[in-house]
């Protein structure tokens, strides 16, 4: 089973070498260049769902899902989704990542060839988040994802598989199990995915912090 995000979480911390040389341009083709959709399309092949469109760059991805599946550019990002960034000024697709969350003012993605120096030319894989309003997201999420998505567990039992399905409810699970708010000591919780989200939203709001 394909899981984007925990493949693309597997690569933060990695750094290119002299010249922008990197193993997502070696493993593309197209080595010392710059190389965030080169991260992207790694990303997705090596998680089992390769894109249907092979391309190093962010414009021609999205001008194609525009074209070909425009049901797949969506203002719904689900984990694991084609983020496309346009930045202020400059061109409409700076730079991609893969989608982690968000909420009404922040975006959190996991990018290759970024860095806190450059937006879209870095050299690193990093998580960052970013303000949706500098951010100015599109979403890709490609059919192969929803696919998946559909495929797997309707329900998480354990923290272990809380960690590998939904890794960004992770840190609120692990609140309300030590806080005795979940009950389990970390197996047969029984929650689904919109449980989760509800969880989430509710420690964002504090409510687990009262």
Known sequence: MADVLETAAREIGYREGAGKRN????????????WCMEFVQWVYAHAGVPLPFRTASCGALLRWYRANRPECVTDEPVPGCVVIFDFPGGADTDHTGIFVEKDALRITTIDGNTSNESEGNGGWVQRRTRSLAYANPTYIVPAELKTESGERMERCNTREEIGRECPW????????????ILRGGG?????SRDMLRLLVMGDRAGLWDK
């Open 23 to 34: 193993k997502y341009g070696a493993w593309y083709g197209m080595d010392g260049v710059a």
């Open 169 to 180: 409810a992770a840190p609120t699970v692990e609140k309300l199990l030590a806080r005795g």
């Open 187 to 191: 197996a047969g919780l029984d929650l």
